[in-house]
C-alpha cells in the first residue's frame, strides 16, 4: 500500500489516547482499527495485560506473551485454551546444555503491556535474569498476527530466545517439515517432549496444526539464514510449542537473541492449504521460477531409483530388461581407486568404475557417481590450506565430522597428530562450506572426474548438515548458505551438472535435482513406530517442483522392516528405490522389490 493509499484508508480510524508504559496502556475498551477494503478490516486493543486482536481471518487474545485464545472465523473453531499466563513463562532466554532461563515476573519481575499505534503493541518483560520485548502486530491484508519476541542478559552465553505457544487443543495433529513430512498429535511419543533445529532437521520454517476442518499454522519469512528451531512438548505439557531464534556463532561473549517474525493465521481445508501459502513466499523470495527452467526435462521421467548400487554390469543388464535405463537413477558410491570415505577430496575413478560407468551411459542410465560436499580427509594434501576452517560445534567447539573402525563410531580426533594419521580409521572433518577456497579444489576435482567420466549427473553426500557453529561464518557466509553455494557450483562446473545430494531442506531443494531422504530417526535402522509417519507428502508438495527423493538404505525387501522402510518412503512421494547385492535381486526379485519394478514399468 503507498503511504498516500494508507492515509486516506486510515483517515476515520479513533485516534490513540493514553498511551503509557503503564501495564493499562488505553483508555477504554473502544478498538483502534484500520480498513483496508470493506471485507478486510484489522482491530486491535490494549486492557490491562491482555491484546485483544480482530481480523478478518481470526480473532485472538494475548496475554503477557502467551496466545490464550485462538478462534477462525473461517471454521469458528478455537484452538488455544487453558493457558494460565501467571503460571509459566512465554519468553525464555537459551543457554548451552539446555539451559532455560524463565523472562516473567518471577523473582521481582514485571511485564508491561502498550499499545503504540493501532495495529501494533509490545509486551516489556523485566526479570531478575534478564529483559526483552515481545512486539505484536496485525496484518488487516492477510488477516495474520505477527509475533517478534526478543531477550538479552548481562550473562554471556546467549544461544537463542524461545516464544513459547501452550494450551494447543489436543486433538490438533502437527504436520511439520521433519524428515520430509509428519502428521502427528502432539504428545505422539516420536515428537513429544523433541527438539528441531533449522534446516537440519526442521527443513522448512513452519508449522501446521490440523484439524478436521482446517486448522491454524505459525511460520516465519526468513531469507537471510538466521538459524531457528521448532521445539515440541515442555516436560508434562505436550501440547506445547516453542519457537527459538538463535543467535549466530560463537555465543561465548554473546547476550542477546532476535530478529525473526514468527506469523499465525488459521485456515479452512487441509494442510495443503498454508503448505501453498508459504511454498508461494519460497518461491518469490528466492526467485525460484528461474531455477525451474534450469532443471533438465529427464528429471521427470526418472521411475526407478538404486542407491549404493554395487558396480557389476550383470546389475545393468537386469534393470534393462524390467525397467527402460532411461527412467532409472543409479546412486553408486565405490567407483574410486582409493576406498569409500577415505582420500576426499581426491576422485580418481578405477578401472572397473570406468568401464560400469561407461556402459550405463550407453545402455540409458542415468548414472549418479558419489562425491562428498563438506567432508575430507584431512591426511590429505590438501588439508593444509582448510584446517582453520573446520565445523566446531556451537556448545562444546568440537571439531564436526565422523570416523568409524569395525562398525564403531570413535568421532574426530582431537590432536593434531592422530587426525592425519588414521586413514583407516575412516576420519573425516567438515570443511566450512563458505569457504572459496574449499568450493575451488573441491570443484576442480569433481571437474576432472566429471570430464573423465563423461559425467553429466553426480550426487554430493552430506548436503543435509548446515547448521549453526561456533565459527558461523567465513567469508560473511553461514554454513547454510554456504552449502547452496556449493551445490550451485557444482551444478555449473563444464557444461553444467545435474546434482543429486542427501537429505531435503528449503535451502538445498533450490540446487538439488535429486535428493536421498532418510526416514524419520532411521538412518540404517527403523525406530519403533515408524509405520506412524508415513502419508504425509509436505516436502515433496513443497520442493517437489524442483528435487525429487529417492530412498537411502536397508530397501532390499528381505524382511517386514526393509518392506516398510520402501512404502514408507512411497508415502513421502519419494521415486521407487531399492538396495541390492546383486544382478539376482532384479532376477528373481521379493515382493517389495517386485513391487518397485512394478510401478516403475507401468
Not at 561 to 566: G, T
Request: aromatic share 10%.
Amino acid at each position: 500500500m503507498q503511504r498516500r493509499d494508507f492515509l486516506k484508508a486510515a483517515g476515520g480510524m479513533v485516534a490513540l489516547a493514553n498511551l503509557s508504559s503503564t501495564n493499562v496502556s488505553t483508555s477504554g475498551a473502544a478498538a483502534i482499527s484500520l480498513a483496508v477494503s470493506e471485507d478486510k478490516q484489522a482491530s486491535m486493543r490494549v486492557e490491562g495485560y491482555k491484546i485483544i486482536i480482530d481480523t478478518h481471518t481470526q480473532s485472538a487474545v494475548i496475554e503477557k506473551g502467551f496466545l490464550t485464545s485462538l478462534t477462525s472465523k473461517k471454521t469458528s473453531e478455537q484452538f488455544i485454551k487453558g493457558v494460565e499466563a501467571d503460571k509459566s513463562a512465554a519468553l525464555q532466554l537459551l543457554y548451552r546444555g539446555n539451559e532455560t532461563i524463565s523472562v516473567d515476573e518471577s523473582k521481582f519481575g514485571n511485564i508491561t503491556t502498550r499499545q503504540i499505534s493501532p495495529l501494533k503493541a509490545e509486551i516489556v518483560f523485566h526479570s531478575w535474569d534478564g529483559d526483552g520485548v515481545i512486539s505484536v502486530s496485525a496484518e488487516p491484508e492477510s488477516g495474520a498476527i505477527v509475533i517478534e519476541p526478543s531477550a538479552y542478559s548481562s550473562r554471556p552465553g546467549v544461544l537463542a530466545c524461545r516464544w513459547n505457544m501452550a494450551g494447543i487443543r489436543p486433538d490438533l495433529k502437527l504436520v511439520a517439515p521433519f524428515f520430509q513430512g509428519i502428521k502427528l498429535k502432539l504428545d505422539d511419543s516420536l515428537i513429544a517432549n523433541s527438539h528441531w533445529d533449522w534446516p537440519l532437521y526442521w527443513e522448512a520454517g513452519l508449522a501446521i496444526l490440523q484439524s478436521n476442518k482446517g486448522g491454524f499454522w505459525v511460520h516465519t519469512r526468513d531469507n537471510r539464514y538466521l538459524y531457528k528451531a521448532l521445539h515440541v512438548g515442555s516436560g508434562r505439557q505436550k501440547n506445547h510449542l516453542g519457537f527459538d531464534t538463535q543467535a549466530y556463532g560463537p555465543i561465548d561473549d554473546n547476550l542477546s537473541a532476535g530478529g525473526l517474525a514468527w506469523r499465525i493465521n488459521v485456515f479452512e481445508g487441509d494442510w495443503d492449504v498454508p503448505a501453498g501459502e508459504y511454498r508461494g513466499w519460497l518461491w518469490d523470495a528466492y526467485n525460484l521460477r528461474a531455477e525451474e527452467q534450469k532443471r533438465q526435462a529427464w528429471i521427470r521421467d526418472v521411475k526407478f531409483a538404486v542407491s549404493w548400487c554395487p558396480g557389476e554390469s550383470s546389475i545393468l543388464d537386469a534393470i534393462s530388461k524390467k525397467v527402460n535405463p532411461k527412467h532409472c537413477l543409479i546412486h553408486y558410491p565405490n567407483w574410486r581407486t582409493d576406498a569409500y570415505d577415505e582420500n576426499y577430496p581426491d576422485y580418481i575413478p578405477s578401472e572397473q568404475a570406468k568401464a560400469f560407468i561407461k556402459k550405463g551411459h550407453a545402455m540409458g542410465f542415468r548414472m549418479m557417481p558419489h562425491f562428498n560436499a563438506v567432508d575430507m580427509d584431512p591426511s590429505h594434501p590438501a588439508y593444509t590450506y582448510l584446517r582453520d576452517f573446520q565445523y566446531r560445534g556451537i556448545e562444546r567447539k568440537d571439531l564436526r565430522g565422523w570416523s568409524w573402525y569395525r562398525g564403531r563410531g570413535l568421532g574426530v580426533p582431537e590432536s593434531n597428530a592422530s587426525r592425519r594419521n588414521n586413514r583407516d580409521k575412516k576420519v573425516m572433518v567438515k570443511v566450512h562450506p563458505g569457504l572459496s577456497m574449499w568450493r575451488s579444489i573441491l570443484g576442480r576435482s569433481i571437474l576432472e572426474a566429471s570430464k573423465e567420466l563423461n559425467l553429466d549427473t553426480v550426487f554430493i553426500d552430506v548436503t543435509l548438515v548446515s547448521h549453526n557453529l561456533h565459527n558461523c561464518f567465513v567469508e560473511g557466509t553461514t554454513p547454510t548458505e554456504g552449502m547452496k553455494k556449493i551445490i550451485s557450483h557444482v551444478a555449473s562446473l563444464g557444461e553444467g551438472l545435474v546434482v543429486g545430494g542427501e537429505g531435503l531442506n528449503e535451502i538445498t531443494m533450490q540446487g538439488l535435482s535429486f535428493a536421498q531422504a532418510h526416514l524419520f530417526k532411521s538412518w540404517h535402522s527403523s525406530i519403533e513406530g515408524l509405520e506412524r509417519t508415513g502419508g504425509c507428502k509436505l516436502n515433496h508438495f513443497l520442493f517437489g517442483k524442483l528435487c525429487r527423493t529417492f530412498g537411502y538404505s536397508n530397501l532390499s525387501g528381505r524382511d517386514k522392516n526393509q518392506s516398510l522402510r520402501m512404502k514408507m518412503h512411497l508415502e513421502h512421494g519419494a521415486i521407487p528405490t531399492v538396495t541390492i547385492r546383486s544382478a539376482k535381486d532384479i532376477e528373481s526379485p521379493n515382493s517389495s522389490v517386485k513391487q518397485m519394478l512394478d510401478i516403475a514399468g507401468s
